[in-house]
């Protein structure tokens, strides 16, 4: 009975001791293992860090390129006419044209077209004038005023004309008397679509 | 030359021998007798008695103890010829059911008489198990260390092999108080024993009947031995555990026919003590034939047929418990230990990495702001990047735009002396019809031939000239604009 109670206790005693022990090295193994499992997910979100953070140190680099092509863009934007630029030429053009001692007797306008292969707000508006003048150097100035206009104005077509009777040549420098055909396209960046109107708002 | 001690419990006396051994030769020997009875085993004071004997005397503390003979069974036994291990567990099987034991646990050991093909003869010995842990217990607090339990009958038959007979068949007659035991040898192998419960009372009785009694018990077993165990006999000893062995003598010599022989110490056998030496002049040292027997089966050399150690059993029992329990306690101790240095390491790298993790996962949530707004710039760059090449595509298409003025200005350049333009015209397609006068020939096809070094005419062609008599020359020509689609023309 006495060894009975004995083995009883030492019984439990070594099951008091196992579970004791297979608790403590099971505690310390799962603390392990969070350790683990912690320094992999540090690892990964180290990883993540720097690709950010390498990321995010282009970002100054970038804003300046933004900013210089932002610039270069206004800047070809100003070559071109958007649609008050446009208008005050127009409201110029006889003005101008007598400068160069044109008379601009009509001006018409095609539909507009948009500028070729791109999706710029750049559209081509067709224009013909019909100028006399006296002068072949005359028409020539204006024509090289025009050309200078940015690159807003390219001339496609001219004719030029004695329209009275031959006094004295076109070429001779005195008044001979031109009658002028010129066929422009101008460039303009406008929201319009099919013909020109305009959209300055003001 | 060694010291070894054997230690005899009988039913008045403790007996201690000491001897000094050499090759199986006592060279010295000291005696010490300690009279008890049963219950004193657990006295603390007699326990305390037996300490300082054993300091006073400066008793070698490692012994050799034999049990009272009441407390111990011995049987013979034929068994299969199985492994040391299975012997003992069919030992067990069998005594528990004997009346001494009562179904309690049994420390035992065994000897080999015999060993054939398909049979082993044995002879065991047990006794309780709490008698032996508590003898064992009691002289450990003596401060005497038990170094195996034997039964007496074969630490006597030691001592009668090594100072009278080894070889002949022979019996020990060994008479106690209450009991009388018989231990049948040949070879120095303990082949039988016989206990009855009459003893030196009723063999030195006056009652003849009594006498008689235990006389006739011991012949009749003698001659049963003899005839059922075909031993013939040679000699009979005789040890007495009180001082009076000579009416035990004559009692024995009167009815048996063999050699009756009184188990004296030999001697030539010198004692350290003197009163060990006068004690043997009295009593022949016959009562100190078990503890010296079990000094002798001490020595390695003899450790023989005769050893029959009844503690190992048990005592590797519980010494596998006791390194089991060791095991575990280190076992724990290391485990908490470790766990318990360990932890605070563990729990702060924990806590660390989860604060690093938290951290990186803030600044992350920052970079990531930073990082969609470099994405968005990508995005902005790559698109102002496409609208800024469609510019470079528009301003290259009208690179040459400004041809048409140069062009007109070139045609008036080109003129020689006396020609002039009358009218021009220039189309999209890049070809130029001029009209003009010339005041001859001559010169108008000079104009041809300045046109052909011209920067942006080519291919000036007269197609016409005509002239009246006193009038200038008139003339058409065709050209076609440099670098534009017709050149091919």
Redesign the interface.
């Given at each position: 009975m006495k060894r009975n109670k004995k083995i009883n206790k030492l019984a439990v005693f070594f099951t008091i001791s196992i579970l004791e022990i297979v608790s403590v090295a099971g505690f310390i193994g799962y603390k392990s293992y969070l350790i683990g499992e912690n320094v992999k997910t540090l690892h990964k979100e180290t990883a993540t860090l720097q690709e950010k953070t390498a990321l995010a140190q282009v970002a100054n680099d970038l804003e300046q390129q933004v900013s210089e092509k932002e610039s270069e863009i206004e800047k070809d934007k100003k070559l071109f006419f958007e649609d008050v630029s446009l208008m005050n030429f127009l409201k110029n053009l006889y003005g101008t044209a007598s400068v160069y001692n044109l008379s601009v007797n009509s001006i018409s306008f095609g539909g507009l077209k948009d500028a070729v292969n791109t999706n710029l707000s750049i559209k081509m508006l067709p224009v013909s004038l019909s100028i006399v003048g006296n002068k072949y150097d005359d028409i020539v100035n204006f024509l090289s005023f025009l050309e200078k206009k940015g690159y807003s104005v390219k001339p496609n077509a001219i004719s030029i004309r004695n329209s009275r009777e031959i006094k004295k040549p076109l070429s001779a420098g005195g008044k001979a008397g031109a009658a002028v055909s010129l066929s422009l396209t101008i460039y303009v960046q406008t929201n319009s679509t099919g013909g020109w109107s305009y959209q300055g708002g003001g | 030359m060694r010291k070894y001690t054997g230690i005899s419990i009988t039913d008045e006396f403790i007996r201690i021998a000491e001897a000094e051994i050499e090759s199986g030769n006592i060279k010295s020997l000291r005696l010490e007798e300690i009279p008890y009875e049963k219950s004193d085993l657990k006295d603390a004071k007699f326990i305390k008695k037996i300490r300082s004997i054993v300091k006073k005397r400066r008793l070698y503390n490692k012994a050799f103890i034999a049990l009272n003979n009441s407390e111990v069974i011995i049987k013979d036994k034929i068994v299969p010829p199985v492994k040391k291990n299975e012997i003992f567990k069919l030992i067990e099987a069998e005594i528990k059911d004997y009346a001494i034991f009562n179904h309690q646990?049994v420390s035992l050991g065994f000897n080999v008489i015999e060993k054939a093909k398909d049979k082993i003869k044995i002879i065991w010995a047990g006794t309780k198990?709490?008698t032996l842990l508590s003898t064992i217990k009691t002289f450990r607090k003596a401060g005497i260390k038990s170094a195996g339990i034997i039964p007496s009958n074969f630490a006597l038959g030691k001592f009668v092999g090594t100072f009278y007979e080894n070889k002949a068949p022979l019996v020990i007659i060994n008479v106690d108080n209450t009991k009388t035991t018989l231990t049948f040898m040949e070879n120095e192998k303990v082949l039988y024993t016989y206990i009855q419960d009459l003893g030196i009372k009723e063999a030195t009785s006056n009652d003849i009947n009594l006498r008689n009694t235990w006389l006739g018990n011991i012949l009749t077993t003698i001659t049963f031995v003899s005839r059922n165990r075909n031993l013939s006999i040679q000699k009979v000893f005789v040890v007495s555990q009180k001082d009076s062995i000579e009416p035990l003598i004559q009692l024995l010599s009167s009815r048996l026919s063999y050699p009756i022989i009184p188990t004296n110490l030999p001697e030539d056998i010198s004692f350290k003590n003197e009163e060990d030496y006068l004690r043997m002049q009295k009593t022949g040292g016959i009562e100190f034939a078990k503890a010296v027997g079990l000094a002798l089966l001490g020595e390695k050399d003899a450790k023989g047929t005769l050893f029959c150690d009844i503690s190992k059993h048990v005592l590797v029992e519980k010494k596998s418990?006791g390194i089991?329990?060791t095991t575990?306690?280190i076992?724990?101790a290391l485990?908490?230990g470790?766990?318990f240095y360990?932890?605070p390491y563990?729990?702060n790298?924990?806590m660390s990495?989860?604060t690093?993790?938290s951290n990186?996962?803030n600044?992350?949530e920052i970079?990531?702001k930073?990082?969609e707004?470099?994405?968005k710039?990508?995005n902005?760059?790559s698109t102002?990047?496409g609208?800024?090449s469609?510019?470079e595509?528009?301003?290259k298409?009208?690179k040459n735009?400004?041809i048409?003025?140069?062009l007109?200005?070139e045609?008036?350049a080109k003129?020689p002396p006396g020609v002039?333009?009358?009218?021009?015209?220039?189309?999209?397609k890049g070809d130029i019809a001029i009209s003009?006068?010339g005041t001859n020939y001559k010169t108008v096809l000079d104009y041809e031939v300045n046109l052909s070094s011209a920067k942006y005419i080519k291919n000036a062609t007269i197609h016409s000239m005509s002239k009246s008599s006193g009038s200038a020359a008139t003339f058409s020509m065709s050209a076609y604009v440099k670098g534009a689609n017709n050149e091919k023309k």
């Open positions: - | 646990n198990e709490e418990v089991k329990i575990t306690i076992l724990l485990i908490n470790v766990a360990f932890y563990i729990n790298t924990l990495l989860q690093n993790i990186t996962k600044k992350i970079a990531s930073a990082a707004q470099t994405n710039l990508k902005e760059l102002l990047g609208t800024l469609q510019y595509t528009v301003k298409d009208l735009r400004s048409t003025s140069a007109l200005a045609l008036k003129l002039f333009i009358n009218s021009v015209s220039l189309n999209e003009g006068t």
